[in-house]
């Protein structure tokens, strides 16, 4: 039976912003997402068994509909007509509801090895629609890359690949529900009407990273969540503390949270914040921008 293995890259968000809220309670937004290093290994085969399976290496994972790569095999099945069902085994290493997209990134995956394990039916422009039925992020993390995203985060522009730097990665113990996070900033925003909210350009994040310039790409990182966020998870803030105070160039919080990653444009001296962190007992990782 042919197996087809796929990296799964977590991504982390240079630019997050929310741009207004449409009528059908969805918030649109604008975003930069970048792809790092960090990732989960997908091994996708087709089953003839009557029902998709799925085996993760982590026990916190859903093994069934609930998972978002068991949802990417029906709707893809479904959209090509194909009565086949998926095997999937999950290592995973990107840490769970960390604003990393790691569920967005497995069914990436999925959606793509299936593609290939059929012959390709769909067209990118078709699987990066597919996708998009999934979650907003999953379109980027079938792409990958540096993109700018608006609407919902689902319709991707290009965008100039980020500076070569070593990204370290931490996590906080307390995990973070986008909806939560979303209803916090309509409460603190008003419903992002009558003039409460004025989104920040990310035009200045641009011309930083198209000059590869590390230093002046971070001090444009933006992220709206950590005005809600960190108020409540005080240890998103302790960690970009201790990110900046052991050399790196900026650190922000990533997605809705709780992840923290700092930018360091020196290996060694990313690695010494890595052990130092896990001295600590806080969960991190190093990576590097996937181009």
Avoid at 40 to 52: A, C
Avoid at 132 to 151: H, M, S
Wanted: glycine residues 8%.
């Amino acid at each position: 039976m042919k197996r087809i293995l796929k990296k799964a890259y977590a991504k982390i968000n240079l630019h997050l912003d929310v741009t207004g809220k449409a009528d059908n309670g969805y918030h649109e937004v604008a975003t930069v997402m970048q792809s790092v290093s960090l990732c989960d290994e997908i091994e996708v085969s087709l089953s003839e068994g009557d029902t998709h399976s799925i085996v993760c290496s982590s026990p916190s994972v859903p093994l069934d509909s609930k998972n978002l790569a068991w949802r990417a095999a029906d709707l893809f099945f479904d959209k090509c007509g194909i009565e086949d069902k998926a095997d999937i085994k999950i290592i995973k290493r990107i840490p769970v509801a960390a604003g990393l997209a790691g569920g967005s990134t497995d069914a990436a995956a999925v959606l793509s090895a299936l593609n290939e394990l059929c012959g390709e039916p769909l067209s990118e422009g078709e699987l990066l629609s597919l996708g998009a039925k999934l979650g907003a992020d999953v379109p980027f993390c079938i792409e990958g890359g540096t993109k700018y995203a608006d609407r919902f985060g689902d319709v991707l522009h290009p965008f100039a690949d980020m500076p070569a730097c070593y990204i370290v990665v931490a996590c906080g113990k307390e995990g973070v529900s986008t909806p939560w996070a979303y209803a916090m900033l309509d409460e603190r925003y008003n419903d992002f009407r009558g003039g409460a909210y004025t989104p920040r350009s990310a035009d200045t994040l641009e011309r930083a990273v198209e000059s590869g310039d590390v230093v002046l790409t971070c001090r444009n990182l933006y992220n709206i969540f950590e005005s809600v966020i960190e108020p409540k998870r005080p240890e998103v803030t302790r960690i970009k503390s201790l990110l900046i105070s052991f050399g790196a160039d900026g650190a922000m919080m990533s997605g809705s949270g709780p992840s923290v990653f700092g930018i360091f444009r020196d290996k060694n001296a990313a690695v010494s914040a890595l052990n130092e962190l896990l001295e600590m007992g806080i969960d991190a990782f190093i990576a590097e921008p996937i181009g």
